[in-house]
Every structure is written in structure tokens, then in C-alpha cells.
């Protein structure tokens, strides 16, 4: 019997393991993948309140940093805005993992390749249901993410203004020090991205309500210069995509 059991090992499951477990309650995640962090499902442009939260942060997960944005119009007409203090571009997979770390470090049990199907109270407890069998728990929390299971049961309402997200990685020539932002008919309802890693290498991606694939190729195609091999990632998917490329 657990006095807490998490749905999701992502960055709210795993946090909050980590915090109630160092109150002492013994804490269990479940994660229906196989390994923490993946598949990637962030663009991964962070404030730098990051630091503030986890001072203790592995050099290695903060890839880059930014100062400047450019908000774009979909004519390319652009105002630039400088931040006093830099914005991370993070290493979102190795975020997950550090912080599932520190969750398992404080006395989380994390397990992997098992799926949260359902609930039901017996008693002063809650009995969960997953694929790997039933386990019991004094609480039950849903960090399950957008499309929560755990919220749709205990019938807590959904938003109704979810949006799609798509992006690719593009291997190009990038200024290191400034993302930008394009709005309007470009990404409707949201906006599209460019977030460097470095002068060669971008984040690009962009979010709508429906139609995401479509406004996406058209904003790569508005971009594209010359044919460079791009690795693409959407959703859970990863594939190769010779034509995209600035
Ligand atoms: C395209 C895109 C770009 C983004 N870019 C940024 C950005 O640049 N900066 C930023 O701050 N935020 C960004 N976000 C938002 C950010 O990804 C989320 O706010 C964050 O991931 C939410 O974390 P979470 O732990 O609540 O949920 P999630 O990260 O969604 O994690 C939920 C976890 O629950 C697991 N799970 C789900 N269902 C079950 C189940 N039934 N059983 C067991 N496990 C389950 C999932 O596998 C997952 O590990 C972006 C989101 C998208 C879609």
C-alpha cells in the first residue's frame, strides 16, 4: 500500500514525487513508456527561473542560451526584444531523467512500461488499475499530462482549447542568440518557432488548432533556401526529410 501514487514520470510527476517523498510518505510513478523522457514532446525554451527551481542543474541539459526575440509578421516584418536575463534552451529528455533521478534518489519507486487504466475507491483507499496488475494508494494524483486519464475518470473537466504541435530539427545557419516568433496566418490560433541550439542547428516548429502538418511545410517552405537533410520529430514520430531545410 502506497500513501501516494503518481500517474506520469514527466517533469510535474517527477517534481512532485521528489517533494513529497522528502516529507517521508512513500511515493510510486507510474510511466506507460518504456524510458523517462521519451518520446521528446517540448520545444524546450525555458525561463531562467529553471535555475531558481533546480540550482543543482547538470550543465549538460542547459544546451543554450538566448537574449534576444523576434516577433515576425507573415510579411517577415519583425520588431526584436532584448531579455536582461538569458532564456535556456534545454535538453528536455535528460530534464525528465534528472528529475526522475532525484525523485528515485529521495525513495520514488518509478515504473516504466506501465499503463494507469482506471480507478476505483474501495474503502478509505483507491485501487489502481494498470497493465501490469493493481496497486493500492491513500491518494491518486494525475501528472498524466494533456490528455489525462486520470482527470477524464475522476471527471475532471478537459480544456477545450487544446492545439497540435509539430516541429523538426533543422540543421542550417542560425543566429545562436535570438529565437524567433512568426504570427498570424503563419501558425493560426498560436504561433511558429525558430529556437537555435547553436548557429547550425534549430528548433523549428509551430502549434494550430487543426491542420499543423499543412502550416507547418508551408512555413519551412517560406524559409527554405537550400535542400539540407533535416531530422524531423512530430508527436511520437522521428523521420528524415530531405526537403525540408533553410
Ligand atoms: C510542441 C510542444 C512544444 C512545447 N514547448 C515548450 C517550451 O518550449 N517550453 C515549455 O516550458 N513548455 C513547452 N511545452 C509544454 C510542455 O511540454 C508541457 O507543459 C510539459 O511537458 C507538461 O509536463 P507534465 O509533466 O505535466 O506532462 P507531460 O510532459 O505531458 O508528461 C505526462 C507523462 O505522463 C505519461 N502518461 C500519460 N498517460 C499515462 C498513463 N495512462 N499511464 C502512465 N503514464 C502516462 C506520459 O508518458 C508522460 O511521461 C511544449 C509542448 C508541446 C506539445
Known amino acids: 500500500m502506497y500513501d501516494v501514487i503518481i500517474v506520469g514520470a514527466s517533469v510535474t510527476g517527477c517534481r512532485t514525487a521528489e517533494l513529497i517523498c522528502r516529507k517521508g510518505y512513500k511515493v510510486l510513478v507510474l510511466e506507460e513508456h518504456r524510458e523517462v523522457g521519451k518520446p521528446k514532446k517540448c520545444a524546450g525554451l525555458v525561463s531562467w527561473r529553471l535555475l531558481n527551481l533546480l540550482p543543482k542543474l547538470p550543465k549538460e541539459i542547459i544546451i543554450n542560451k538566448v537574449n534576444r526575440a523576434k516577433f515576425f ?20 529528455v535528460k ?11 529521495s525513495g520514488a519507486k518509478i515504473k516504466t512500461s ?18 501490469k496488475g493493481e496497486f493500492k494508494t491513500k491518494l491518486l494524483i494525475g501528472a498524466d499530462g494533456v490528455n489525462s486519464k486520470v482527470a477524464k475518470q475522476a ?16 540543421n542550417a545557419n542560425f543566429d545562436p542568440d535570438s529565437v524567433e516568433l512568426w ?18 542547428k534549430a528548433r523549428v516548429g509551430l502549434a494550430t488548432k487543426t491542420n499543423c502538418e499543412y502550416y507547418f511545410e508551408k512555413f ?3 524559409k527554405n533556401r537550400k535542400n539540407q537533410k533535416t531530422k524531423c520529430w512530430w508527436a511520437n514520430k522521428i523521420w528524415f526529410n530531405e526537403k525540408y531545410g533553410f
Not at 480544456?159 to 497540435?164: A, G, I, Q, S, Y
Not at 504570427?183 to 525558430?194: M, N, T
Open 73 to 92: 509578421s507573415p510579411s517577415g516584418k519583425f520588431f526584436e526584444l532584448r531579455s536582461k536575463k538569458s532564456v535556456y534552451v534545454i535538453d528536455r
Open 114 to 131: 506501465t499503463r494507469f487504466e482506471n480507478f476505483k475507491h474501495i474503502d478509505e483507499m483507491i485501487e489502481v488499475k494498470t497493465n
Open 183 to 200: 504570427f498570424s496566418s503563419i501558425a493560426p490560433e498560436f504561433f511558429s518557432w525558430v529556437i537555435p541550439e547553436n548557429e547550425n
Open 220 to 222: 519551412l517552405k517560406k
Open 95 to 105: 530534464l525528465d531523467k534528472y528529475l526522475a533521478k532525484k525523485a528515485m534518489e
Open 155 to 170: 471527471n475532471i473537466v478537459q480544456p477545450n482549447n487544446l492545439l497540435m504541435g509539430i516541429q523538426a530539427t533543422v
